[in-house]
């Protein structure tokens, strides 16, 4: 047996994901930004489909497993992080959400900038200190639900 897994924005068709439910695992599904006028902001669209997509695939029953990536400035405030994690906590009362990875900014990314010749985006390094990743690994511990920090 193969299991098949799908890493996602949640910005395709909802058609898509109708054709790809059947045959896949897994969903690793980004949430970026929870409030939809920041993320048009950053991302240039609101996140009306993402929910509708994720909503979708927690109510068609898949498994599911939900990534938010962690940039100082952008989606680490108090409010990001919390509306996001009470949205998914309500969303798995309805379906396979097996739990939610955060993802701290990192540097490893670069390199491949480097070698196509681009310029990497982001200038000042926004990574987190250990000292901060242990501080935000005690507050996800307060919840109850599986979160997991992913250290790179």
């Given at each position: 047996?193969i299991?098949?897994?799908?890493?996602?924005?949640?910005?395709?068709?909802?058609?898509?994901y109708?054709?790809?439910?059947?045959?896949?695992?897994?969903?690793?599904?980004?949430?970026?930004?929870?409030?939809?006028?920041?993320?048009?902001?950053?991302?240039?669209?609101?996140?009306?489909?993402?929910?509708r997509?994720?909503?979708?695939l927690?109510?068609?029953?898949?498994?599911?497993?939900?990534?938010?990536?962690?940039?100082?400035?952008?989606?680490?405030?108090?409010?990001?992080?919390?509306g996001?994690i009470?949205y998914?906590?309500?969303?798995?009362?309805?379906?396979n959400?097996?739990?939610?990875?955060?993802?701290?900014?990192?540097?490893?990314?670069?390199?491949?900038y480097?070698?196509?010749?681009?310029?990497?985006?982001?200038?000042e390094?926004?990574?987190?200190?250990?000292?901060?990743?242990?501080?935000?690994?005690?507050?996800?511990?307060?919840?109850?639900?599986?979160?997991?920090?992913?250290?790179?």
């Amino acid at each position: 047996m193969i299991n098949t897994a799908v890493e996602t924005q949640g910005t395709t068709p909802l058609a898509n994901y109708q054709k790809l439910a059947p045959v896949t695992d897994t969903f690793l599904f980004d949430i970026k930004q929870i409030d939809s006028n920041h993320h048009k902001t950053l991302f240039g669209i609101g996140n009306e489909g993402v929910r509708r997509n994720l909503e979708w695939l927690v109510d068609s029953g898949v498994n599911v497993i939900v990534r938010m990536p962690l940039i100082r400035g952008y989606n680490d405030s108090w409010e990001a992080i919390t509306g996001a994690i009470d949205y998914v906590q309500k969303l798995a009362k309805r379906g396979n959400i097996r739990r939610i990875d955060i993802l701290p900014y990192h540097q490893l990314g670069r390199k491949k900038y480097e070698r196509l010749e681009m310029p990497y985006p982001i200038v000042e390094d926004p990574s987190y200190s250990v000292e901060e990743l242990d501080k935000l690994e005690a507050f996800f511990a307060q919840f109850d639900f599986d979160i997991r920090l992913v250290r790179h």
